[in-house]
Every structure is written in C-alpha cells, then in structure tokens.
C-alpha cells in the first residue's frame, strides 16, 4: 500500500496553500474559498536526476499523420439522447449529466446501459446513491431489459475503477459524483475537493482506458449548482436534463460539447415505463391545447438547430389587496415585468391593477427574445377575453419602445409551422420569408389589436 499523500488547502480566489483547513484565507481574506487538493509530490519527479531526461511519455505526431477516420461512437439506443452527444457516445470521453434530484437522470443511463450491453458494449453502473436492489426496482420499471446490466456498490474512485478495468468496461456510469469518494483527501463525499479530484480520476481512467464515462451531477432547485459547476471545465460534454416535476417531459441541453455542437436539446417524456424520447416535440407540447380560450398564443423557439412550437398561457385577472402578483413558469420574472410595462405605456393595455399569470407548456423555458411577441399577444387576448387564431404564430422581439423587431432563423421556425398545420404568422419582418403561411406584418405591438381584429 502507498503512503496517504499530504494535502493542502488552497484558495480558489488567490491559490495561496494552506496546510490546514481555515474559513478565511490568509492570502486574500476571502471567506469560504478554501479547497482540499492533494500535495504535488515533491522529491521524486521534483529532482533534477529525473527532470533531465524522462522520455518514457508518448512522442508528438504531426497533424498530418494522423488519420482523420472518425472514431465510431456507441449507441445509448435513446435517437434523442444520441442526438444531443452530437451522434452517440465518444471512447474516452467524459460526460457529465447535470439535472435536479428526481429528474430521471439515473433513469435515462439505466436504460442507455441495458441498450449498451444488448448492443455488446460492456457496461458497468457504479451505484452510489442507490442500492443494488433499488436499481434493480427502476429496472423491473423501464421497457428495456436491464437484466445483463452489471451494478457495483461502491463509492471508491479507486476500486470503480479498478472493478470497471478487470470487466472490460467500455461505458462506465457514475451514479453519482457527489457520492464518490477517494482516501487520498480527508473532505467527506460532495466537497467540491472530492468532486474535483474523483472527476480528475475518472477522467485519467477514461482517457487512459478509452472507455467512455458517464458522471451524474446533482444540481439544486434555483440553478444553484453544488458540484457540476465545478466540473464543467474538466469533463468534455456537459448535458443538463431539465423540466418541470409537474410534467412529463424532460428536455435534455448539452451546454458543452467537444464533440458535436451545443445547445441541441433531446425531448423525452418520462412514463411509467420510463423515458420515452419524443420525435415530433411540436405535436407533443401543443397536445391537448384548447383553441378558444383568451390568453393562449403559440411561438417557435429554436432549440439548437430544431424549431419547436410551444404554447403561451397568460391569464390577467383582478388583483385583491395590495401589490398585484406576477406567476410565471418558463419565462423570466424580469422579462415578463418589462413585457408588462412596453404593453402598459406603449400598447396603452392597462395590466396594473391586474394579477397575471404566464405558463410555457410542456415544462419548456423561454430563453429566446422571439417568443416575446406571444408573449404579448397571449397578455393581450387574456385581457381582451378574445381567443388568438387558433392557427396563428406569433414571432418577434419586443423592444423598450414598443417596436416589433424580427428575429433569426424565421424561414425554419416558419417551415415547423407550416408541417404543424398552422396557416397564418404574426410576425415582424424584412423582406420576404419563403413561405405558404400568411404573414401578418406587425411593426409596433400598438397594432396587435387592430391586426388581431381584422
Ligand atoms: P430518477 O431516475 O431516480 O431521477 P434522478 O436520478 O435524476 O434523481 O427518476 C426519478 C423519478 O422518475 C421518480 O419520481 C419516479 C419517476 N419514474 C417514472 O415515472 N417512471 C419510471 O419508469 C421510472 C423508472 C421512474
Ligand atoms: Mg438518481
């Protein structure tokens, strides 16, 4: 056995070295920031004897010589899930899937990894949260047999990976990395030294072995991130599955991605068979949308190189006493309250008095300008009580003044539309999309009633 290396406490802000924990950092003064790492080693590679000639690491090769073959990728057997990697799994790579507790990430790899080893990809879970016999409860749950699927109960980076090295694994999941846990730091599972280092392990495993690993990250309600923030430079591809507990979708955002590009998004809907991807996400949030009610506007948003058609809810209603509310799921408070105040002075719509209410169906987040317009259209029709179009898009940015302006990427949003059977758009425009829909130009949302009443 190796001696327990030294560790030190360094200082995130300034990286002064402490040889005990402290609250404050003697360097900066900064509470909080100090960090558990292990001692670099001295004497041994630190020695000039060794410093002269070390050639036992790989040469350099020229760009030229290396084959531009592309490596071939597993299949998860989930299209969406491949999709988001940029077209399945990288040997080697590292993947960490972000989301909040309860979301279904350990669902999703569950069923990756039955998919894995029927496809003969040897796969292994290592199970840190849950026991053997909780997982095997979600896999007598899921469509796929997870029967062949081979679980470890561990939290040793150390003996993950040396049981994920003696089976051969080509997929190794990590459930989760803030369970993990190595004997080299003292900090106890989840400090973010402990994270830090298992993922850096993890890392040098998956590189040196070329198996591809799967760290799952646990994320808290309100975006405040624990872990995987931390981790976000090491790994290289970030996916964070997102959505509303209310709902049954899930969407699933690759926020980084050293192997295909970013911001693609997956769409499953968790059953009680588990994840099911979701193929046409357009029919599946507008599901059920009920055509002739006030305060409901349809927008498409581009998510990574897809349009997806969702629906807005607004619903004004008289306040009670005091200050009215604002509610809004899917949408920024700050950006519903500055949609709120253009609709109050420059649409002359009066909503002070009024309690209001704004909803994204299917559990989806507005992150784009363009859906500013529905926005206001569904705000407008609520406190009109007169139903939208049923068959209208709406599309455009809002600015301070109450003009409309256009956005990017219109002739796909306006094509998705078209294949959803829709016949008509609102939007803000510059020359002349290609297009079947009938465009309504709208230039300033002074218009939206007039144009909604022609
Ligand atoms: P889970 O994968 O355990 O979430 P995470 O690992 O992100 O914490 O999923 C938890 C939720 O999913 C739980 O509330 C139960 C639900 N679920 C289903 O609805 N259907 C299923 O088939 C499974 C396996 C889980
Ligand atoms: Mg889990």
Known sequence: ???????????AECGTDHPKWAGRCDGCGTWNALVEEI????????????????????????LADVSPERMPRFGTGLAEFDFVLGGGLVPGSVVLIGGEPGIGKSTLLLQAAAHLEAAGVPTLYAAGEESVEQVRLRADRIAEDAGPVLVLPEVRVEAITAQAAAHGARVLIVDSIQTAYTDELDGAPGNVGQVRECAARL??????SGAAVFLVGHVTRGGIIAGPKTLEHVVDTVVYFEGEPSSGFRVLRATKNRFGSVDEVGVFEMTTAGLVPVANPSAAFLAGRALDTAGSAVTALMEGTRPVLVEIQALAAKAGFGTPQRVATGLEHKRLAVLLAVLERRGGFPFRDLDVFINVTGGVRLVEPASDLAVVAALVSSVTDRPLPPDALFLGEVGLGGEVRPVAGLDRRLAEAERQ???RAFASIRGRPSSRLDIVAIAHVAELGSKLAA
């Open 421 to 423: 059977g829709f016949r």
């Open 39 to 62: 001692a670099e080693r001295t004497g041994r590679s630190g020695g000039p004897a060794n410093r002269r000639a070390d050639t036992s690491g790989r040469p350099p090769v020229r």
């Open 203 to 208: 890392m040098r495993f998956a590189k040196g």
């Open 1 to 11: 056995m190796t001696p327990k290396r030294r560790s030190v406490y360094r200082c």
